[in-house]
């Protein structure tokens, strides 16, 4: 199953009970906005906070980036009406914090279903317990499920450091493991994968190292909680020069006459096969499409 390319190189937090925060973000250049009703909203500004989004969804019916609603889980006080309220915004998904099994979304699925949902309403999920980490690839494989509606995981980095009682200093090196293996269980299940936030958003040269090394383990891009890092991280995620101009080449030397049969050229020195082929027109797709944004 082939699900169209969206880029998610930067994806901000918005807390829904902010009325600055909300008012400014139709106007930022981020990929993704997560408008928040969980974490950042305190338990008596919780109903406040549903209908400030709800006004801000019906003030603005189209947007350029792509708009989730984080809710509270089901299982707390405030996850269901939560969940109608999301629905009823009909955001591009709905991020549901803290998923430990498959059952968690397809709970979710299922209410959706029969609440008549556009099929066009996703759902993201947080993994950011030890649970969830160990159930991973269940969960995942349900991105493999059109019915499922499962697009991407995003990791809790602050949660996972919580539960486990590990620190994010030292380049977060005690997390890399697990951050790993969430990255694989979401590859297998053709899922897309954000990496968690950075904290000290003052903290320019930071925030830009841990976003290079987040491209470098394949992550689709990075969680932020302040506008200041929506262009290093869209910087980041998107192709350098280098990589463009050689995928470039490598679409060209496949389609001349003579190597069009081939399924494996020589180019500048190395073998390419036509996985090399694929892998070069996904990045030029994915140039085109961010370029078209």
């Keep these: 199953m082939s699900k169209p390319f969206r880029p998610r190189r930067s994806v901000l937090y918005v807390p829904a009970s902010n009325a600055r925060a909300l008012a400014k973000a139709a106007s930022l250049t981020t990929d993704a906005i997560i408008f928040d009703l969980e974490d950042a909203v305190a338990p008596d500004a919780k109903e406040d906070a549903r209908e400030a989004l709800r006004s801000y969804f019906l003030a603005h019916t189209a947007s350029t980036?792509?708009?989730?609603?984080?809710?509270?889980?089901?299982?707390?006080?405030?996850?269901?009406?939560?969940?109608?309220a999301a629905r009823a915004c009909k955001p591009d998904a709905i991020l549901l914090p803290k998923v430990e099994t498959p059952q968690d979304i397809t709970s979710v699925t299922e209410i959706l279903e029969e609440t008549d949902a556009s099929e066009n309403v996703?759902?993201?999920?947080?993994?950011?317990?030890?649970?969830?980490?160990?159930?991973?690839?269940?969960?995942?494989?349900?991105?493999?499920?059109?019915?499922?509606?499962?697009?991407?995981?995003?990791?809790g980095t602050n949660d996972i450091a919580k539960e486990t009682g590990r620190g994010l200093a030292g380049k977060r090196a005690y997390l890399t493991p697990w951050l790993m293996q969430i990255l694989l269980c979401a590859k297998a299940g053709k899922l897309d994968v954000i990496d968690g936030v950075y904290n000290d958003f003052t903290d320019g040269d930071g925030f830009a190292a841990e976003c290079a090394e987040a491209v470098q383990m394949g992550f689709d891009g990075k969680t932020l909680i302040h506008p200041s890092q929506i262009e290093a991280a869209n910087t980041a995620f998107f192709p350098d020069a280098a990589s463009i101009e050689e995928a470039r080449s490598i679409v060209e030397a496949f389609f001349h006459p003579e190597n069009k049969n081939k399924g494996a050229i020589a180019l500048g020195g190395k073998m390419v096969e036509r996985l090399h082929l694929e892998t070069a027109q996904k990045l030029l797709a994915k140039v085109e499409t961010i370029g078209k944004k």
């Design 122 to 155: 996703r759902l993201w999920a947080m993994i950011e317990t030890p649970r969830g980490i160990l159930n991973a690839d269940e969960i995942a494989e349900l991105g493999l499920r059109s019915t499922a509606r499962l697009d991407c995981f995003v990791i």
């Design 65 to 84: 980036a792509e708009r989730i609603i984080r809710i509270n889980s089901l299982s707390s006080e405030w996850g269901a009406e939560d969940l109608l």
